[in-house]
């Protein structure tokens, strides 16, 4: 080996491919009747989500820390937004300033739809 060789690690290149897979099945998972769903019950607690949205649901709980969508109470109780993760120790969110939520489970949802989007169009 020469001394300008880079050592890769060939797992990082494995689970790259592994995940566009997997992105690429959950795109087909995505319809109209699974976001209803979600809306509907956002949090499970009225019913078990169908095995589709289990599957979609905990592919976006895995999400690296840089660029992953949150849950902001802008004015506690009253107000939500959404807020993207840095991913740099110590650096706060950035809180989008629209939409703005009236409760938990509206925003729940709505950090749902950016995930889904993000999804679709290719991003993270």
Request: proline share 5%; charged share 25%.
């Amino acid at each position: 080996m020469t001394e300008n060789a880079q050592v890769t690690d060939k797992a990082l290149h494995y689970y790259a491919r592994f995940d566009e897979k997997l992105r690429a099945r959950l795109r087909g998972l995505i319809t109209d009747e699974l976001i209803s769903e979600h809306e509907e019950n956002p949090l499970g607690f009225r019913g078990r989500h169908s095995s589709n949205l289990q599957f979609v649901l905990n592919y976006f709980r895995r999400a690296p820390q840089a660029g992953k969508y949150i849950i902001v109470a802008s004015v506690p109780w009253q107000e939500y937004r959404i807020g993207v993760l840095s991913g740099a120790r110590g650096a706060p969110p950035e809180v989008l300033e629209e939409p703005v939520f009236a409760t938990e489970e509206e925003t729940i949802h709505g950090v749902f739809l950016s995930r889904v989007r993000d999804l679709m169009d290719g991003g993270s």
